[in-house]
């Protein structure tokens, strides 16, 4: 019920913005986020938003640069990043957890997306 898009090739300073959209009934109540992968390295998580859009949670290495949010409207959650490093090379992937809480987020995913590339060249 996830799917992604968004992703690319961009140059390092760039900025980038990823979409999904939640198909699935419970979009206001589960909580949302973003992990992504690197080549030869384990699923990370990236950034996360509560059920209520009050409570964020991001990694050491975007925090300050990447925001994760939702438009209702659209059943889509957003991860927006700003100055975009070669280590952000990753795939991407949405995340949901039925419990609504970001910490539950980071440790139990209820539903992931299938998803997408994002290469930062420098």
């Known amino acids: 019920n996830l799917k992604e898009s968004g992703g690319g090739l961009v140059q390092a300073g760039d900025s980038l913005r990823l979409s999904c959209v939640h198909s699935?009934?419970?979009?206001?109540?589960?909580?949302l986020g973003w992990f992504r992968q690197a080549p030869g390295k384990e699923r990370e998580f990236v950034g996360a938003?509560?059920?209520?859009?009050?409570?964020?949670l991001y990694a050491d290495s975007v925090q300050g640069r990447c925001t994760v949010s939702k438009d209702n409207s659209k059943t889509t959650v957003y991860l927006n990043c700003n100055s975009l490093k070669s280590e952000d090379t990753a795939v991407y992937y949405c995340?949901?957890?039925?419990?609504?809480?970001?910490?539950?987020?980071?440790?139990?995913?209820?539903?992931w997306g299938s998803g997408i590339q994002v290469t930062v060249s420098s």
């Open positions: 995340a949901a957890s039925l419990s609504g809480s970001i910490y539950q987020l980071r440790r139990v995913v209820d539903g």
């Open positions: 938003l509560s059920w209520n859009g009050r409570s964020t």
């Open positions: 699935g009934s419970t979009l206001t109540t589960d909580a």
